[in-house]
């Protein structure tokens, strides 16, 4: 198989979940952005939540004017967040479940059985040119919802497969990688992300019919002991040393 290019998407949410416990501007979400537009991220994530706990109305709408990279907005199915984003028209778009108590999103959307919901959904950002993508668990039968719903894009949830150990995480590892696979066979651009570290990164990386990783948490707690630029730097050495060395055992 030919080597794909791995594309790494920086969530600056947390940046602003910090600034908003004090309150204030200070850290700027959008100077995030651009620090790691500098370190060499492809894109940024930015999930606007109806509590607005971390980012906000007006982040969504700086980052939307003031970085030259995609901007991708998470976001739940909701009238109040698709008016949001067919206004500020970001390139892409990935529907995620939301719960008020939870800490962060739990768990991926329930494509197949919320499908007459998202449909509508769906549609509306597709007219609108903006690139849905679907927050769902690594399972076949929610990825054939998604490709019944038009849903051009999918994220693949990776925190079971973080959270697990031994045979455990091998077994997680394996579902996601099966379930790229399928995606693929169907049609569907497959990304990951959820809960990725500089130490399970690699074997999620090197499955070669991922797209793009959605890094964000792990990565603005690691730039409070070395900087934003170097936690984004080593998390793009792993992931394209991962790929290298999976083409290289595949060409062998």
């Known amino acids: 198989m030919e080597k794909r290019y791995l594309r790494l998407g920086v969530n600056i949410d947390h940046v602003a979940t910090i600034r908003n416990a004090r309150g204030g501007q200070h850290p700027d979400p959008v100077r995030a952005a651009q620090a790691a537009a500098a370190a060499g991220a492809d894109g940024i994530t930015a999930h606007l939540r109806e509590d607005r706990r971390h980012m906000t109305d007006d982040d969504v709408a700086r980052l939307s004017a003031g970085i030259d990279l ?33 800490r962060t999103t739990e768990g991926g959307l329930d494509a197949a059985g919320s499908h007459n919901h998202l449909a509508p959904f769906v549609a509306k950002l597709n007219a609108a040119d903006i690139r849905v993508s679907l927050f769902i668990e690594p399972d076949m039968r929610q990825l054939e919802a998604a490709k019944s719903l038009g849903a051009p894009v999918v994220e693949l949830h990776t925190g079971a497969y973080c959270e697990a150990e031994g045979t455990e995480r091998d077994r997680q590892f394996r579902r996601i990688s099966r379930a790229a696979e399928y995606a693929e066979a169907l049609g569907i651009e497959c990304h990951a992300g959820h809960g990725l570290t500089f130490d399970t990164v690699a074997p999620i990386a090197a499955i070669p019919t991922l797209v793009e990783l959605n890094i964000g948490h792990f990565l603005i707690g690691e730039a409070i002991f070395g900087g934003l630029e170097s936690s984004i730097k080593r998390m793009r050495s792993l992931m394209d040393k991962a790929r290298s060395e999976a083409h290289g055992e595949r060409s062998a």
């Open 70 to 102: 995609p901007l991708n907005l998470e976001m739940a199915a909701t009238d109040e967040m698709l008016a949001i984003a067919l206004r500020h028209a970001p390139h892409a778009a990935c529907i995620v479940p939301e719960k008020r108590q939870e």
